[in-house]
């Protein structure tokens, strides 16, 4: 089981960047986290991070076909993209939202999530717990699916 980890602008600056919202871990070691317990699990992970909106589509589209599911942070094109929104929902893969901070008690333009609603769940407000939260989550739906799709295949013979 292969799943993208897509992160969206200024996530490459957490451990620098507004320590008392996003706590002091980098990306890399949320990655490094990430990776070892996937690894336990048998699941693969392909990280992916870009500032530019554009390339995030572009990662999303590229998705199909190549991987069971997706955790994204969008960051601030969150509260902004209709694109990445559109890109989710056109692949229509099992995907989960994440965000270090609770967004919802945060500034009111924060507050609403445009991407969301092409995603299979949110997770807010955990740090970067939240990342190890939404692989638990996504492994056991693609493990759900995977299970129901055998069963209509074992039906269908
Ligand atoms: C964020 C929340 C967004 O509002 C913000 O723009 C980010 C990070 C989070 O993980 O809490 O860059 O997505």
């Known amino acids: 089981m292969k799943i993208a980890v897509i992160q969206g602008p200024n996530l490459n600056m957490l451990g620098v960047r507004e320590k008392n919202v996003y706590g002091p871990m980098t990306l890399e070691q949320i990655h490094e986290q990430m990776k070892s317990s996937a690894a336990q699990n048998g ?15 572009d990662k999303i589209q590229e998705c199909l076909g190549e991987v069971q599911g ?8 969150t ?6 929104r559109d890109a989710l929902a056109a692949v229509a893969l099992p995907t989960v939202e994440v965000h270090i901070s609770n967004i919802y008690k945060r500034e009111e333009f924060r507050q609403k999530s445009i991407t969301a609603a092409s995603s299979t769940g949110v997770i807010a407000g955990f740090g970067p717990f939240g990342y190890h939260m939404a692989l638990i989550a996504l492994t056991q739906i693609c493990t759900e699916i995977k299970a129901i799709e055998e069963a209509q295949k074992n039906q269908a013979k």
Do not use: R
């Open 79 to 84: 509260h902004t993209s209709i694109a990445i």
């Open 43 to 57: 699941i693969e992970l392909e990280f992916f991070q870009s500032n530019l909106e554009g390339e995030i589509v």
């Open 70 to 77: 997706i955790i994204i942070n969008p960051a601030a094109y």
